[in-house]
Every structure is written in C-alpha cells, then in structure tokens.
C-alpha cells in the first residue's frame, strides 16, 4: 500500500471515528457536505427515553407489593401454625395458671424454638440422607427429630435468658434516661 492509501485509509478512518464516538460537550463536527466546520448543539432537556423512568418506577412498586404480600402470607401462616399447634393458648395458660407473664413467654419462646429446630432437623437429615445414603428414611427422620427438639429446647433457653437480660439492660437504660 502506498503512501497515497495510507493517508486516504488513516483519513478515512479519522473522520468516520468523530461520528462514531459521542462527545461530552458541543464541538466542532465536520460536516462532509459543505466541507465547513459547524457547531453543534444539544437539547439539554432532551430525555431519551420519557417515560422508561416511570415505567421502571411502576415495576419496582408492583415488585415492592409482591415482596409485601409474600412476607404477610408467610407470617399469617406462621401465625395460623402456631394457633393450630396450641402453642400461644397453652403458653396463656402457662401463664395465667402460674399467675407469671414471664413464664408464660418462657413457655411460648421454647415451644417455638423446640418445634422449628425438630422441623429444620428433620429436613436437614433427610437432605444429608439423600447426599449420602447413610441411614433409612424412617432412621434419618427420627435422628432430626431427636436432635432438632435437643437443639431446640437449648435454643430456647439460650434465647430466653438472652431477651430476658436485654429488657433488663434497656429498662435500666429508660430508667436512667428519665432521671436526666
């Protein structure tokens, strides 16, 4: 290649890269049909896209609505569990026979943690059962549920103390505080 072609190529090239790549500020662009140089101008107003904006806005809403209704199912199931288990009402009559509201919670704190914990053991020893095919089915479930309510139950202690010492340290704070 030649001289010539060379410089028509690098010339080629040259012009065709100011329209390819978009400028920040106006400058000045070579307008191939006069052959002057023009300034160019941009709408500073000009919205590319005018209603991606609110149409993203809409769709995180609906998104936001449906986390929403999902976690509010999820607590009322929850709830209705616990109601169909007898949980909350033996946990008041826990209460109400000893005349305690703490050992009431008590009650209600550990039931709860000893039935989640023997239902995620049971599930976690099926899981390993199916990985590793160490025991029947009716072994591993009985081994999750043995060692879920043990897990549960210290869990449940663990957590009870655990709330009881820290409404002790916040009352004790608000006690304070009111006394400034």
């Not at 609505?65 to 009402?89: K, N, P, R, W």
């Not at 199916?130 to 072994?139: N, Q, S």
Request: a positive charge; glycine letters at 12%; aromatic letters at 16%.
């Amino acid at each position: 290649m030649n001289y010539t072609g060379k410089a028509l190529l690098f010339i080629i090239l040259f012009f065709t890269s100011l329209y390819a790549f978009g400028q920040q500020e106006p400058s000045l662009i070579t307008d191939f049909k006069s052959l002057h140089f023009v300034e160019e101008t941009y709408d500073e107003g000009y919205d590319g896209a005018p209603g991606l904006f609110i149409f993203l806005m809409l769709i995180f809403i609906l998104v936001c609505i449906g986390i929403g209704i999902v976690v509010a199912t999820l607590l009322f199931l929850l709830l209705f569990g616990i109601i169909a288990m007898g949980l909350i009402s033996s946990s008041i009559l826990v209460g109400l026979y000893n005349k305690s509201f703490l050992k009431g919670f008590k009650i209600f704190i550990i039931g709860g943690s000893t039935i989640g914990c023997t239902i995620l053991g049971i599930g976690s020893f099926i899981i390993y059962n199916k990985i590793v095919h160490y025991w029947p089915l009716h072994t591993s479930v009985l081994v999750g549920a043995v060692s879920g309510s043990i897990a549960g139950l210290l869990l449940g202690i663990i957590i009870f103390y655990a709330i009881r010492k820290l409404t002790g340290f916040f009352y004790s704070k608000l006690k304070a505080a009111k006394r400034v």
